[in-house]
Nanobody, 118 residues
Framework: QVQLVESGGGLVQPGGSLRLSCAASGSVFSIYALGWYRQAPGKQRELVAYTTSGGNTKYADSVRGRFTISRDNAKNTVYLQMNSLKPEDTAVYYC????????????WGQGTQVTVSS
């Protein structure tokens, strides 16, 4: 079983950037698709981006062109580079193992808070 811990969130001004990291334990990290998800106050959790075991990537329309997901299998880590941040990106961000369609199926961690505000 893969366990995941998110980090890298914080407070940033609109237009700024953050890089989130998700470190995984377990020896089979490379076989999983991995996704980033977020949940804003009062809203359902939604898919932000995911990367398959083969390195293909998909993005939500709201973040395409601003966010980049990547993975380093040697470090058991998946990243989310977030640029041109907007107030509507404010949410708790989570990572999870996923199907090749981005559907999460692992346990949720505590997430990392991202707040975009001036």
């Amino acid at each position: 079983q893969v366990q995941l811990v998110e980090s890298g969130g914080g407070l940033v001004q609109p237009g700024g950037s953050l890089r989130l990291s998700c470190a995984a334990s377990g020896s089979v990290f490379s076989i999983y698709a991995l996704g980033w998800y977020r949940q804003a106050p009062g809203k359902q959790r939604e898919l932000v981006a995911y990367t398959t075991s083969g390195g293909n990537t998909k993005y939500a329309d709201s973040v395409r062109g601003r966010f980049t997901i990547s993975r380093d299998n040697a470090k058991n880590t998946v990243y989310l580079q977030m640029n041109s941040l907007k107030p509507e990106d404010t949410a708790v961000y989570y990572c999870n193992v996923a199907t090749n369609l981005g559907l999460p199926f692992g346990s949720w961690g505590q997430g990392t808070q991202v707040t975009v505000s001036s």
